[in-house]
């Protein structure tokens, strides 16, 4: 069974920054393509970033590029995001999820449903 852990969600004022982990176990990390998914209550869930296998590909939303980082440690078995200049509207819970194929190109990976494990999320509030 592939578990996903995350974990760094917290409150932060606007303009300041937060790293999120995705902590993997039962698995090894490296065959797998990562992508954070956000949703906001009322929202659709959207793909913000996504990093391939052995992180020669990144990718990110239009709404989070210059502002958000990956970044992946696979001797750590963990994916990072780096978050900077945070506003209100990055406010959600944010998942990992994790797929063998997914590479990153394309928009494949900002589908939910390209995706086979999740993590159950951690909550990221930006105050005004």
């Known amino acids: 069974q592939l578990q996903l852990v995350e974990s760094g969600g917290g409150l932060v004022q606007s303009g300041g920054s937060l790293r999120l982990s995705c902590a993997a176990s039962g698995f090894a990390l490296d065959y797998y393509g990562i992508t954070w998914f956000r949703q906001a209550p009322g929202k659709e869930r959207e793909g913000v970033s996504c990093?391939?296998?052995?992180?020669?590909?990144?990718n990110y939303a239009d709404s989070v590029k210059g502002r958000f980082s990956i970044s992946r440690d696979n001797a750590r078995n963990t994916v990072y995001l780096q978050m900077n200049s945070l506003k209100p509207e990055d406010t959600a819970l944010y998942y990992c999820a994790a797929e063998d194929w997914i590479d990153c190109y394309g928009t494949s990976w900002t589908w939910s449903d390209s995706f086979s494990s999740w993590g159950r999320g951690t909550q990221v509030t930006v105050s005004s």
């Open positions: 990093i391939s296998s052995k992180g020669d590909n990144t």
